[in-house]
């Protein structure tokens, strides 16, 4: 089950659960749209792999009880701004490869 994590671990913009610009990596890193183009050139810089839109979870039971007042997001800030400078050595190699076959 996905966190659906509050805010971006960079800048700490709020990422609600209907956030349509939240990306994340295989490992729920989670970081707004804006820091994963401009700062991070889609290389997580705690793992290394590619993003993905972080999908939305509904918010009406449809089906089951899967939906987000059974499973609410998380409340867990998890704010670490990225070293822009350490980052860019750290993916300048990395990021020419697909995230796919990272």
Do not use: Q
């Not at 972080?54 to 007042?69: A, I, K, S």
């Amino acid at each position: 089950m996905l966190e659906l994590r509050p805010t971006c671990e960079h800048c700490n913009k709020p990422l609600p659960p209907d956030a349509v610009d939240a990306r994340i990596c295989s490992y729920e890193c989670t970081f707004c749209a804006a820091c994963v183009e401009g700062v991070l050139k889609n290389v997580c810089s705690n793992c290394g792999g590619g993003f993905a839109p972080r999908p939305v979870r509904p918010v009406t039971n449809w089906r089951g009880d899967n939906y987000l007042g059974k499973d609410p997001a998380s409340t867990n800030v998890r704010h670490r701004p990225v070293d822009a400078a350490a980052h860019a050595t750290f993916a300048a190699n990395i990021r020419v490869i697909p995230p796919e076959r990272r």
